[in-house]
């Protein structure tokens, strides 16, 4: 699955959870859980429209940065008791796969561009 639609799925189901009893009227861990889960990916669509592998590849980080500190959050609310071990699993494998496979295009990405300069 291209790395931005799973961006956009784990910002959907974020959205959804947010909805829960738990955390429904939790208005800080809400903005912060959707914040952080948005911005994963918006800074893949940002860094990808400037049509140039640094500027993506500085966005990706930021993608990745961004999941990291939504798994930190997701933590916090498993041990808050906001939300269960089951769903904080589940997201936190997620958010690792998705973070691998952004790693990978991170580094395709600068591989190209160290044998681009090669030939160029």
């Not at 961006?7 to 738990?22: F, N, S």
């Not at 990291?68 to 958010?95: P, T, V, W």
């Amino acid at each position: 699955m291209p790395i931005w639609q799973h961006a956009l799925e784990i910002g959907v189901r974020i959205y959804k959870l947010v909805e829960t009893e738990q955390l429904l009227k939790d208005y800080r861990a809400k903005d912060q859980l959707i914040g952080a889960a948005i911005s994963i990916s918006n800074n893949i669509a940002e860094g990808f429209e400037y049509n140039r592998n640094r500027q993506f590849i500085r966005y990706l980080e930021i993608a990745k940065g961004s999941a990291g500190e939504l798994r930190s959050q997701l933590f916090l609310m498993m041990k808050a008791g906001k939300i269960n071990q089951e769903i904080y699993d589940f997201n936190y494998k997620d958010l690792v796969l998705f973070s691998s496979a952004v790693k990978g295009l991170i580094k395709y990405l600068k591989e190209f561009e160290k044998n681009r300069k090669r030939k160029g």
